[in-house]
Nanobody
Framework: QVQLVESGGGLVQAGGSLRLSCTAS????????MAWFRQAPGKEREFVAT????????YHADSVKGRFTISRDNAKNTVYLQMNSLKPEDTAVYYC???????????????WGQGTQVTVSS
Protein backbone atom coordinates (compact mmCIF):
# COMPACT_ATOMS: atom_id res chain seq x y z
CA GLN A 1 0.00 0.00 0.00
CA VAL A 2 1.14 3.49 -0.82
CA GLN A 3 0.23 6.42 1.41
CA LEU A 4 0.26 9.92 -0.02
CA VAL A 5 0.27 13.11 2.02
CA GLU A 6 -0.13 16.52 0.38
CA SER A 7 0.97 19.83 1.83
CA GLY A 8 1.54 23.40 0.76
CA GLY A 9 -1.97 24.60 0.11
CA GLY A 10 -3.29 27.88 1.42
CA LEU A 11 -4.77 31.27 0.61
CA VAL A 12 -3.02 33.42 -1.98
CA GLN A 13 -3.89 36.51 -3.99
CA ALA A 14 -4.40 36.32 -7.72
CA GLY A 15 -1.07 36.45 -9.50
CA GLY A 16 0.71 34.80 -6.61
CA SER A 17 2.47 31.45 -6.33
CA LEU A 18 2.27 28.29 -4.26
CA ARG A 19 4.19 25.02 -4.31
CA LEU A 20 2.35 21.87 -3.41
CA SER A 21 4.19 18.79 -2.19
CA CYS A 22 3.08 15.18 -2.00
CA THR A 23 5.21 12.71 -0.08
CA ALA A 24 4.75 8.99 -0.56
CA SER A 25 5.45 6.09 1.75
CA UNK A 26 4.91 2.35 1.64
CA UNK A 27 6.09 1.63 -1.88
CA UNK A 28 8.91 2.06 -4.37
CA UNK A 29 8.28 5.63 -5.38
CA UNK A 30 10.16 5.58 -8.68
CA UNK A 31 7.93 2.77 -9.91
CA UNK A 32 4.88 5.00 -9.84
CA UNK A 33 3.70 7.66 -12.19
CA MET A 34 2.35 10.59 -10.22
CA ALA A 35 -0.33 13.13 -10.98
CA TRP A 36 -2.17 16.10 -9.59
CA PHE A 37 -5.92 16.50 -9.91
CA ARG A 38 -8.19 19.15 -8.50
CA GLN A 39 -11.84 19.51 -7.62
CA ALA A 40 -13.68 22.77 -7.13
CA PRO A 41 -16.98 22.96 -5.24
CA GLY A 42 -19.82 21.70 -7.39
CA LYS A 43 -17.51 20.59 -10.17
CA GLU A 44 -16.08 17.29 -11.30
CA ARG A 45 -12.54 16.27 -10.56
CA GLU A 46 -10.16 17.74 -13.14
CA PHE A 47 -6.76 16.53 -14.33
CA VAL A 48 -3.95 19.02 -13.74
CA ALA A 49 -0.59 17.37 -14.48
CA THR A 50 1.20 14.05 -14.57
CA UNK A 51 4.79 12.84 -14.51
CA UNK A 52 6.38 9.48 -15.29
CA UNK A 53 8.26 7.45 -12.72
CA UNK A 54 11.64 8.61 -13.96
CA UNK A 55 10.47 12.20 -14.27
CA UNK A 56 11.39 12.23 -17.94
CA UNK A 57 7.86 12.71 -19.22
CA UNK A 58 5.41 15.32 -18.05
CA TYR A 59 2.05 16.50 -19.30
CA HIS A 60 0.00 19.47 -18.17
CA ALA A 61 -3.61 20.35 -18.77
CA ASP A 62 -4.15 23.23 -21.17
CA SER A 63 -5.77 25.25 -18.40
CA VAL A 64 -2.50 25.33 -16.43
CA LYS A 65 0.13 24.99 -19.14
CA GLY A 66 2.77 27.70 -18.82
CA ARG A 67 1.72 28.49 -15.24
CA PHE A 68 2.04 25.18 -13.36
CA THR A 69 4.96 22.75 -13.39
CA ILE A 70 5.01 19.21 -12.06
CA SER A 71 8.30 17.70 -10.90
CA ARG A 72 9.51 14.94 -8.64
CA ASP A 73 12.46 14.04 -6.44
CA ASN A 74 12.70 10.28 -6.24
CA ALA A 75 15.34 10.48 -3.51
CA LYS A 76 12.79 12.27 -1.33
CA ASN A 77 9.73 10.25 -2.46
CA THR A 78 8.07 13.55 -3.25
CA VAL A 79 6.22 15.07 -6.19
CA TYR A 80 5.72 18.81 -6.49
CA LEU A 81 3.36 21.17 -8.24
CA GLN A 82 4.75 24.65 -8.67
CA MET A 83 1.85 27.01 -9.32
CA ASN A 84 2.55 30.50 -10.62
CA SER A 85 0.29 33.29 -11.86
CA LEU A 86 -2.59 31.85 -9.89
CA LYS A 87 -6.14 32.78 -10.83
CA PRO A 88 -9.36 32.65 -8.80
CA GLU A 89 -10.52 29.79 -11.03
CA ASP A 90 -7.60 27.71 -9.73
CA THR A 91 -9.38 27.54 -6.37
CA ALA A 92 -9.95 23.88 -5.54
CA VAL A 93 -8.89 20.96 -3.41
CA TYR A 94 -5.76 19.53 -5.00
CA TYR A 95 -5.08 15.82 -4.83
CA CYS A 96 -2.01 13.83 -5.72
CA UNK A 97 -2.31 10.33 -7.10
CA UNK A 98 -0.01 7.39 -7.84
CA UNK A 99 -0.42 4.72 -10.50
CA UNK A 100 1.42 2.34 -12.80
CA UNK A 101 1.50 4.66 -15.81
CA UNK A 102 1.06 8.37 -16.33
CA UNK A 103 -2.40 9.23 -17.56
CA UNK A 104 -4.92 12.05 -17.59
CA UNK A 105 -7.63 9.63 -16.42
CA UNK A 106 -8.21 9.53 -12.71
CA UNK A 107 -9.38 5.93 -12.62
CA UNK A 108 -5.94 4.82 -13.86
CA UNK A 109 -4.46 5.80 -10.48
CA UNK A 110 -4.52 3.40 -7.57
CA UNK A 111 -3.62 5.64 -4.66
CA TRP A 112 -4.81 9.09 -3.65
CA GLY A 113 -3.92 11.61 -1.01
CA GLN A 114 -6.40 13.37 1.24
CA GLY A 115 -6.14 16.67 -0.63
CA THR A 116 -4.97 20.16 0.18
CA GLN A 117 -7.06 23.31 -0.23
CA VAL A 118 -5.87 26.08 -2.54
CA THR A 119 -7.83 29.32 -2.45
CA VAL A 120 -7.00 32.20 -4.78
CA SER A 121 -8.58 35.54 -3.95
CA SER A 122 -9.26 38.19 -6.58
Amino acid sequence: QVQLVESGGGLVQAGGSLRLSCTASGGTFRNYAMAWFRQAPGKEREFVATISGSGGTTYHADSVKGRFTISRDNAKNTVYLQMNSLKPEDTAVYYCAAGPIHSVIGSRYDYWGQGTQVTVSS
